[in-house]
């Protein structure tokens, strides 16, 4: 398989990460930062910027993990344990390192991170990129495409929670209650891209 | 058996390694060294080791920043001036703080951290502020539900307050609650008495604080207290006074009125009493005495639903007000209570002319 090849098909599956099988409205992961941190736009950005990087570089880990380790010592079934353990550490050691070096991205994206390191999309991103074996390429492609299309959906999220922040809503239904059946909404609205790529 | 033992070494040995990485990383990326907090441009300076909250430190040192929540940033009463070394504003900090106080630099203690030389500003009474030990020498039963505590201090012996001031009583861990709570009261006794004291609690159902006092808390045992706190005091003014409080809130006023008898004020004083029942009302001697010793000064108990024979004014304490006055303008108000009480005080005020500037309120949730 040559290089073009591969970087076409890490492509595909970035994109079909973000938009015909997204993490949150397809698979419902993620969920409770999604409802929580979702009243501004300019919150959600900051989140959504940290759950790209950190599923980005936390899903590379844990192919290499996972390929390099776990699977010539013939141990994949601890893998839900590691990942989580691995994704912890590197959410710890980031953090540290940004509030040493950079204080104004500690400011804008640091704190996100505590949100972070429990948060299931991470997690459910690195056992995904094992079921369905992704290339090294792939993996970097669905890791980047899946925090993209969070981010995308907390953003789209927010900016729809602003508006609705001056309307009338009925008493019962205010706070968790619409923004699910919002959420309810923009998943079925994605699931209309499902047809656009065939790839999973 | 041994692989299961060996795939449990491993992945042991993955996460220690993991472990130590963060470790190290903790040792030598988060160590900020010792850095120096400057309070007031040099009035007080200390050197802590750096990574901390600034909020705890200050209290470590024994400088009682007010806070009700611990420090998890929901409160918004730590409130400091940071003027060098807090770095950029957090998004944490934003709901607490307005535009002319982001202005002057004012922080949330509690969220910002030491990671490198401080100078803070924090107001001068907050220096005076002070831990006391001290023992109950009396409890008083004035309501059924509202009892008058008089704490004679030990250590530090004597305090110096201003009629109107509150301190922050510890509620200890005790069978009902597993965590110490610090709860505000305002100081009720005599400004002149150095020695001792005097609070008034109002029985809160499944409060901390108040259960603490009301059902473990006996004569002769030691608490422990700190402040004083609050800018709720008199004017420098010799505008005629309307205060209005009802309950425990009688505490700051009752130590205003006999700041004004100590001070040989001739104000004009009338102080609206507001109760739901007859046997709600307490004190009234105190208020009767203060009437004769006060040139100017007028006691106006309110009762609500009287339930027994009553001869004094009924209703609401606003109504009271509204049928005593015409016109508020030259006056200043007092209030303490509940903020329900106060924000309704303050539009019945307002309506009679009074400007907002001269209303003054000591609001307790």
Redesign the interface.
Known sequence: MNLSHEFGSALVVCFAAIFTGNILLTTFLGMCSFLSVSREV??AV?LGTAVVFVMTCTTILNWA?YWL?LVP?Q?EF?RF??FI??IA?FV??IE??I??YS??LY?SLG?FLPLITVNCAILGAALFMVIRKYTFMETIGYGFGSGAGWMLAIVAMAGIRQKLAVNRIPQGLQGPGITLIIAGLMALGFIGFTGVLQAQ | MLAFLVTVGIVSAIAAALAGILVFAEQFISNYGDCTVDINAGTRTFTVKGGKALLGTLVGEKLFVPSACGGRGTCGYCKVKVLEGAGPLLPTEEPFLSAAERAANVRLACQVKIRNDLKIEVPPDLLAVREFTCTVARITQLTHDIRAYRLALIDPPEINFIAGQYAQLLAPVYPKSSEEVYRAYSIASDPRDKKAIELIIRLVPGGICTTYCFEYLKEGDQVKFNGPYGEFRMADTTAPMIMIAGGSGMAPIKCILQHMQNIGSTRDARYFFGANQVCELFEQDWMKQREQTLPHFAFVPVVLRPETEWHGETGLVTHAVERAYTDLSGHEAYLCGSPGMIDACIVVLTKLGMPKTKIYYDKFA
């Open positions: 300019k919150t900051g993990m380790v010592l141990i601890y344990i590691l353990i691995v550490a710890q050691f540290m390192v509030e040493r204080p104004p400011y704190i």
